[in-house]
């Protein structure tokens, strides 16, 4: 059956929906891919900036711990004095980790690039399902009105750490309505990411152009795509984590309370763990894979090479994506799990860095010899390579059993998995919001201000998740109030300061970004142009600068992948290095195959 | 099928549309794409079943007796007639949906009322289900056991009540003014969330009831 881009093909004229007149149906309850994508920006950078305040809280304490807070003490821990109490302490870094991974990171990675490129980079008007975008956005901001509700209410917001664990986070160990208006956040927000993934799936299936074919897609919308099918599989997994939670918290029920709280022998706290992990480790890719995907092509257009082996990257990734799902026991190897299937856990998990391998591998190729275009989202991409590999690598120690019998829950493991999602995810992120700022709001981020950023991220997250890598290693532990009540870690005292005052740089250099998404957004800035960085996707070639409601005017037809660039046929015919996706350019021998068949 | 608006503009010379015209928007394909969608959807929803009957199996096994001595066993018949009147309903449904597609909306709006009315009946079953147990002391705070049972079972019954919702708004409009092809691709797509709701109700009843 013809997909309904082949059918547009066919009939001579193309229908456009008219775009909406009333405030309302252009600014908030919007339908338009475009302003949705803007809409999840907003919210996920709004509390990029929440959680990266209680980043800072946290470091402080590791820091400096009982001295009152500078600044955010008196505004906030007014009532303790400017201090940070255990209590307090412990819902901080909860807190730090749920916001930063479900309502900053996944908002902006997913939520913005998802529903701004997925259409736009393959040649559809839209998405497949325009009102299920515009509920996917309105479910997201419930879940982040109840995140701001928890911090309102008596007791205070979520202690039970990022993973909510019972029996820790059930009434036994964190009474109070703050934990159960968090864990229901976390189902909500779990809807709102299943109607996403529904959209995503559905749309780069049915919605490509006629001509964009799976092996022309751009690497970014293959990211989006896996990380959909993710998402679709094991989002409504911690769905039902939660809601058991939920039932235990507010109904009596006995999933996951056991001991002396419970009757009649109770549940098991062991299983909320595998109900978590099965949906946490593919998330951990869920996080990472749109950024792949964005560096694969960003690396490409700015080296001004073909991507090295597109297929070998797509099918790494879709390996990646496969695996993904098999190795989440690596994170419960200290549950008591039978040693036979804790090896079987860490065979697959140290599979899985043979495509992860062959990805970085395919990005050294890409830039190696190229003519590398140093511009800011080029920096980012480049960084993102550096943190992530630090990342992955670290990651190896962990998949292997017997070092991770040593590392379990020290800073190794904080300082690992912030490499990965924190520094990899957020340089990524920034890699594509820099890239594809012009597209999305008509104007270029400032160059200057966006090199600053840059340096102060990447030498921040470099040496604060290094400092967290070195105290891990030297045995501190994982979310103490006070690290330093262990004499055998009073040594790392220094360490522990230098890294938070690299913490505050890196926070403080944010400011660059802010100041300049500001300045570019609603300041005066020169349009950027339909193709400011001469690059060869539909969006760029096909599409104006902020695109029009119905994207592009006629459907393009796609001749090509994603990477023509450099080619130097093309260099002779058009005088320029790059050849759009849809272009025709009637002279130009495309393969030695198709030439053949002429 | 087909559905490409005839009213759509004819590009100008130099190849933009004119602007400033209405054009509805009726893409070809619909149907197959909202059809995908649907499945996406439902294999989605499976998975959150999928980690609740992981949950109960898990649970399970880690108890001593199931059940306790002194609580309660499910009853078999109940639940049971509830799994013929899901199949009932959805067989309702499915001649419909065909009696729909063969020019006959008079029958078609009796069967898909007579599915509304199973569905409701399947609701009732299982209040007298629920209240038997409730009286007989079985409460969701009394162990595992309870909890699994009154979970499993009453998270099941909020989805046939979203579905009921649908059915009877589908069927109410079929009775006074018959569907359109709007209606007819809205009763597909609830007659696909349909039979997952009742599938898991058979699966339900296997694990829950029965084993």
């Known amino acids: 059956m013809a997909t309904p881009a082949q059918v547009l093909e066919q009939v001579e004229t193309q229908p456009i929906h008219p775009p909406p007149t009333s405030f309302w149906r252009k600014h908030v309850f919007s339908t338009d891919h475009k302003v949705i994508a803007r809409q999840f920006l907003w919210a996920g950078l709004l509390f990029l900036l929440v959680g990266g305040t209680l980043a800072m809280l946290i470091r402080w304490q590791w820091g400096f711990p009982y001295r009152k807070v500078p600044i955010l003490g008196d505004v906030f821990l007014g009532a303790n004095g400017g201090l940070i109490g255990p209590a307090t302490y412990q819902k901080i870094f909860t807190m730090h980790g749920l916001i930063m991974i479900f309502f900053a990171v996944t908002p902006v990675l997913i939520g913005t690039f998802g529903n701004f490129l997925i259409p736009l980079m393959i040649g559809a008007r839209d998405m497949a399902f325009p009102k299920l975008n515009m509920y996917s956005f309105w479910t997201f901001a419930l879940s982040q009105a109840l995140v701001v509700a928890s911090f309102l209410v008596d007791l205070g917001t979520a202690g039970a750490g990022w993973t909510s664990y019972p029996p820790l986070a059930t009434n036994v160990g964190t009474p109070g309505a703050g934990q159960t208006l968090v864990v229901a956040a976390l189902f909500v927000t779990g809807v709102s990411s299943t109607m996403g993934a529904i959209n995503y799936v559905t749309t780069v299936i049915r919605l490509r152009a006629p001509g964009m074919t799976w092996m022309r897609l751009p690497l970014t919308i293959w990211g989006l795509w896996l990380t959909a099918i993710l998402n679709a599989l094991f989002v409504p997994v911690l769905g039902s984590a939660a809601l058991l939670l939920l039932l235990d918290r507010s109904f009596g029920t006995q999933f996951f309370v056991a001991g002396a709280a419970a009757v009649r022998g109770g549940g098991d706290p062991i299983l909320y763990q595998h109900l978590f992990w099965i949906f946490g480790h593919p998330e951990v890719y869920i996080m990472i894979l749109p950024a792949w995907g964005i560096l694969g092509d960003v690396l490409a257009f700015f080296a001004r090479k073909p991507h090295h082996w597109y297929r070998g990257s797509v099918w790494a990734m879709v390996a990646v994506t496969v695996l993904s799902a098999m190795v989440y026991g690596h994170h419960m190897f200290m549950t008591g799990m039978s040693p036979l299937l804790g090896e079987a856990f860490m065979l697959f998990t140290l599979t899985i860095s043979v495509p992860s391998m062959v990805v970085v591998l395919n990005w050294l190729f890409t830039i190696w010899k190229g003519s590398i275009r140093f511009t800011t989202p080029m920096l980012f991409a480049l960084g993102t390579m550096f943190v992530f590999g630090v990342g992955g690598l670290t990651g190896l120690f962990l998949g292997d059993i017997s070092m991770d019998l040593y590392l379990h829950d020290t800073m190794f493991v904080v300082g690992h998995f912030h490499f990965t ?73 220094g360490l522990n300061q230098w890294t938070s005052l690299f913490a505050f740089a890196l ?61 130097p046929e093309g260099k002779r015919l058009l005088g320029r290095d790059w050849i759009g996706q849809a272009e025709k350019v009637p002279a130009l021998r495309e393969t030695p195959a198709a030439a053949a068949k002429a | 099928m087909g559905a490409v608006s005839s009213t759509a503009a004819s590009p100008s010379p130099d190849g933009s549309l004119p602007r400033g015209r209405v054009i509805p928007l009726r893409r070809p394909g619909e149907a197959a794409t909202a059809w995908l969608g649907m499945v996406v959807f439902l294999g989605s929803w499976a998975m959150m079943f999928a980690g609740l009957f992981f949950s109960y199996g898990l649970v399970r096994l880690r108890s001593p007796a199931w059940p306790p001595l002194d609580q309660p066993s499910l009853p078999l018949l109940l639940p049971g007639v509830n799994v013929a009147v899901v199949l009932l309903s959805e067989g309702a449904l499915v001649l419909a949906l065909r009696w729909l597609r063969g020019g006959k909306p008079r029958p078609a709006a009796a069967a898909l009322a007579g599915a509304t009315l199973l569905g409701a009946t399947f609701l009732a079953l299982q209040s007298v289900v629920w209240v038997s147990l409730w009286d007989a002391g079985l409460r969701p705070d009394g162990g595992p056991y309870p909890s699994v049972f009154y979970a499993l079972t009453v998270f099941h019954a909020l989805h046939v009540a979203v579905g009921l919702v649908a059915l009877a708004w589908l069927a109410g409009r079929a009775l006074a003014s018959g569907l359109g092809p709007p209606g007819r691709q809205a009763l597909r797509l609830w007659g696909m969330y349909w039979h997952f709701v009742g599938a898991v109700w058979v699966a339900m009843y296997l694990a829950v009831y029965v084993v």
Request: net charge neutral; proline share 6%.
């Open chain 1, 507 to 567: 926070f403080a250099g944010q400011f660059a970004f802010v100041w300049n998404f500001f300045k570019t957004v609603f300041g005066k800035a020169e349009p950027a142009g339909q193709n400011p960085w001469e690059v060869t996707t539909l969006e760029w070639t096909d599409a104006t600068s902020p695109p029009a409601f119905h994207n592009f005017d006629v459907i393009p037809v796609v001749l090509r992948g994603p990477h023509e660039l450099g080619n």
């Open chain 1, 421 to 493: 999602m924190a520094a990899a995810s957020f340089m990524g992120a920034m890699t594509g919001l820099y890239f594809w700022f012009p597209k999305m709001y008509g104007r270029a981020l400032d160059e200057r201000l966006g090199k600053v950023h840059f340096w102060f991220s990447i030498v921040g997250f470099t040496v604060v998740f290094g400092g967290q890598l070195i105290v891990g290693w030297a045995g501190q532990q994982r979310r103490l109030f006070d690290p330093f009540q262990y004499t055998f870690i009073q040594g790392l005292r």
